[in-house]
């Protein structure tokens, strides 16, 4: 299992007097994508699937059944996240708008990724897409774990933020494989 990446100990805060707000953070991984090879030699293009997408569809399908209300979605440039992230919003009800957001590419400390969200979140209900491992490392950030948390390919987990600072303020409401939520759509 590869070495977390050091985490940053400063403590990002959310700014604009939004700090008393609670802010519900969805945190979901890309689905299925093209396997890395001749075919994608630039992996930022690497797509969905066409399973990838009955998938994740499917799964969003069941979280609208759990009413999951979004008010924005923020994704990765990459395109694989790009694609969950415009699947997520249309499935939802009220079709949240979607906003890539540079931090959220493969690489950032999950200290400055934090600090990136927070500061377009602003105590809102905000779902995040991107990739393994820094997701996993990013819902250790907020909860305060050492161990990076483990996600599948579209699933998803909410963690709330009940205060402005970011770093283990959070707390893990829910975690749920694309299973689980492929049978709440039945």
Known sequence: MPKPRSQNTKAPTVRSGAADRSLELYLVRHAIAAERGPEWPDDDLRPLTD???ARFEK?????????????????SPLVRARQTAD?????????????VLEALAPGHEPAHVAEAV????RGRR??????????????????GTRQA??????????IDLQSGVARSSGALVWFLSPKIMRSLAE
């Open 126 to 143: 905000v779902a995040v897409v991107g990739h393994e491992p820094g997701l996993g490392e990013l819902a250790a950030f907020l909860i």
């Open 59 to 75: 799964a969003v399908a069941g979280l609208a059944n759990l009413e999951l209300a979004v008010d924005e979605v923020l994704t």
């Open 51 to 53: 399973r990838g997408i």
């Open 149 to 158: 948390i483990a996600f599948k390919k579209g699933g998803v987990c909410r």
């Open 87 to 99: 699947l997520l919003a249309s499935g939802l009800e009220d079709g949240p708008s979607v906003q």
């Open 118 to 121: 927070l500061r377009v979140a």
